[in-house]
């Protein structure tokens, strides 16, 4: 399988308790982004990647969260002392970053309830 | 203030006939748009996209059509199928390639 893929699927945590995500994008993709989705809502930027380098951090992603991509290749989303209104589905995508390439392809995503 | 904006929540359509699907933008700078399928429990799945110097791109079934000047675009497909029965989403970029802003989506039911 050579598309995006995200672990675990499913997350269930206790409030106050921290949870770490893995992304492992397509291999030749450069670019690598976190996005997050609650019910009746489109996916939401929090963070992108080009290469190791972490470029731009939505207004959303506060300080409790922290993304990681040491090599270049996997991504890891940290969250801190986790809150029910984290609850959502955390949706990681990856692109190439070429003059006419503009589509990103996105993972499974992990699902993430805060009891 | 949401810059992408799709406002039918849902849309029922018979099997065979065209589904219209809508969506309008305020944000001018967005020069790229993209059209995304998601079914439950998966990811988004890319379907069709168009370039802001052009007003239509057509890729089977699926075909979309951007008025800039009313900064709307539409995703027509034709014939509609069961298995296109999901949710759709509308997305904008500035500049290619930087962070996707989406619409809340509209679910599609082909009935049979």
């Known amino acids: 399988d050579t598309g995006v893929s995200q672990n675990p699927r499913h997350k269930i945590t206790k409030r106050g308790q921290n949870v770490t995500f893995r992304c492992d994008p397509i291999?030749?993709?450069?670019?690598l982004y976190w996005y997050r989705q609650t019910l009746g809502q489109g996916p939401e930027f929090l963070t992108y990647?080009?290469?190791?380098?972490?470029?731009?951090k939505s207004r959303l992603l506060s300080d409790r969260f922290s993304a990681e991509r040491p090599k270049g290749s996997f991504s890891t989303l940290e969250i801190q002392r986790t809150e029910q209104g984290d609850s959502a589905m955390y949706l990681c995508?990856?692109?190439?970053?070429?003059?006419?390439?503009?589509?990103?392809?996105f993972g499974p995503g992990t699902r993430l309830t805060v009891l | 203030d949401q810059q992408v904006k799709q406002n039918s929540p849902s849309l029922s359509v018979q099997e065979g006939r065209i589904s219209i699907l809508n969506c309008d933008y305020t944000?001018?700078?967005?020069?790229?748009f993209l059209w995304y399928k998601k079914y439950p429990a998966e990811g988004p799945t890319f379907l069709i996209s168009?370039?802001?110097?052009?007003d239509k791109n057509e890729d089977g079934r699926f075909t979309v059509f951007l008025n800039k000047s009313a900064k709307h675009l539409s995703l027509h497909i034709v014939p509609s199928q069961p298995g296109d029965s999901a949710v759709y989403f509308c997305?904008?970029?500035?500049?290619?390639?930087?962070?996707?802003?989406f619409g809340k989506g509209t679910r599609l039911s082909v009935i049979a």
């Open positions: 995508a990856s692109s190439l970053r070429t003059s006419g390439a503009h589509e990103q392809f």
């Open positions: 291999s030749e993709h450069n670019r």
């Open positions: 990647f080009q290469n190791e380098a972490q470029l731009e």
């Open positions: 944000n001018s700078m967005f020069d790229y």
């Open positions: 168009i370039s802001s110097i052009k």
């Open positions: 997305a904008a970029s500035i500049v290619g390639n930087t962070p996707l802003v």
